[in-house]
């Protein structure tokens, strides 16, 4: 098997002043070698706390992984020592996030703090490390490499240093990227400049790629794979194709209206989604989407939806997909 990350049944609940949130509630995450998978959603669904607890970045308390396994070539690293996991990030998982000047050290330079990892863990000599850096920095297309390296990070523009940040993350020569939200700090021309540099890098280095975006349309030339995550659970994934093209669950089709197209008058204005997700301090019993659902049946409110596989790998978690739901509805066994 070429599957080099396998998350499975991940729960992770936040202790606060008012009450348990259950952030993440049963969650599946598979990647292969050099793939890219997209998680989308709106801020609060459980994507970036997914990403968190596979680099276990989950503070404890108040966060907790109540269950679950997070399985990186096979082992749980759930189990892993503080010590072993710092072996793990960075050097076979990396990650970066939306603000890249909240990351970066503005009293060192970029040289500083590029090689500082290799120097400090991997035991490179300064020389090995500066190569490493240098050549880094050309792969994410920083001209000038070499006087680059003296300089600070106020010293480059928002885009520049989101390529520093990539660059940084790549140094090791790590299996896994995540990037969580990594262009939605930028303007869209950069934005479009950095997502074709992930393009790129993937191609050059094989990494895989897990990309963490509350926006569908960043995703549409770069994922392989999509998966929809709401209210703390994944509700419809696929490949691109499927989930552009043929959406299944409400809650997809709602996010791909709310996409902008290249070909659409600029004027008219997104439709965003009506209402807003329910609060996770007492999560729903049935379908989380159900309050802002326009198919919602008395179903939906009362049971879960099972997931249905519509095509190969392709599931959606709603009632609409369940043949059960509708013979159910017609024995007048179940109120619709
Ligand atoms: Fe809508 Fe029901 Fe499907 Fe949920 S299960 S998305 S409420 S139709
Ligand atoms: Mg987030």
Redesign the pocket.
């Given at each position: 098997e070429d599957k080099l990350l396998d998350v499975v049944d991940l729960h992770v609940s936040f202790d606060t002043y008012g009450g348990r949130v259950h952030a993440v509630r049963g969650v599946n995450v598979s990647v292969k070698k050099g793939e890219t998978l997209a998680i989308v959603g709106e801020s609060g669904c459980g994507k970036s706390v997914t990403a968190q607890s596979i680099m276990r970045l989950i503070a404890e308390p108040p966060g907790k992984i109540t269950n679950g396994e997070v399985l990186f070539k096979g082992q749980d690293i759930l189990s892993f020592s503080e010590k072993k996991m710092r072996s793990i990030r960075g050097r076979e998982i990396s990650m970066i996030f939306q603000d890249p000047m909240t990351s970066l050290n503005p009293t060192l330079t970029i040289g500083d703090q590029l090689t500082e990892g290799l120097i400090k863990h991997q035991k490179l000599s300064l020389k090995e490390a500066g190569k490493r850096a240098l050549s880094m920095l050309k792969l994410v297309g920083i001209s000038n490499a070499k006087e680059r390296l003296k300089q600070f990070p106020h010293q480059f523009s928002g885009g520049m240093r989101q390529r520093i940040m990539i660059a940084m993350a790549l140094m090791c020569d790590p299996e896994i990227l995540i990037a969580d939200e990594p262009t939605t700090a930028l303007d869209v021309t950069i934005q479009a400049q950095i997502l074709d540099l992930f393009k790129d890098i993937q191609k050059k280095m094989g990494v895989a790629i897990i990309m963490i975006t509350h926006d569908l349309g960043v995703v549409a030339q770069l994922a392989d794979r999509i998966q929809v995550m709401y209210a703390g659970r994944v509700v419809e994934e696929g490949n691109r194709r499927d989930l552009f093209y043929r959406p299944q669950?409400?809650?997809t089709r709602g996010l791909l209206h709310s996409v902008p197209r290249m070909d659409a008058d600029r004027n008219v204005p997104l439709v965003p989604i009506a209402g807003t997700p329910p609060d996770l301090f007492s999560p729903p019993i049935g379908?989380a989407?159900?309050d802002r659902?326009a198919?919602?049946?008395e179903v939906?409110a009362l049971h879960d939806?099972p997931k249905t596989e519509v095509a190969s790998g392709h599931r959606v978690a709603?009632?609409?997909q369940d043949v059960r739901a509708q013979q159910a509805f017609e024995a007048g066994e179940l109120p619709m």
């Open positions: 669950h409400p809650y379908c989407f159900a659902c198919y919602a049946m939906c939806p709603c009632w609409l």
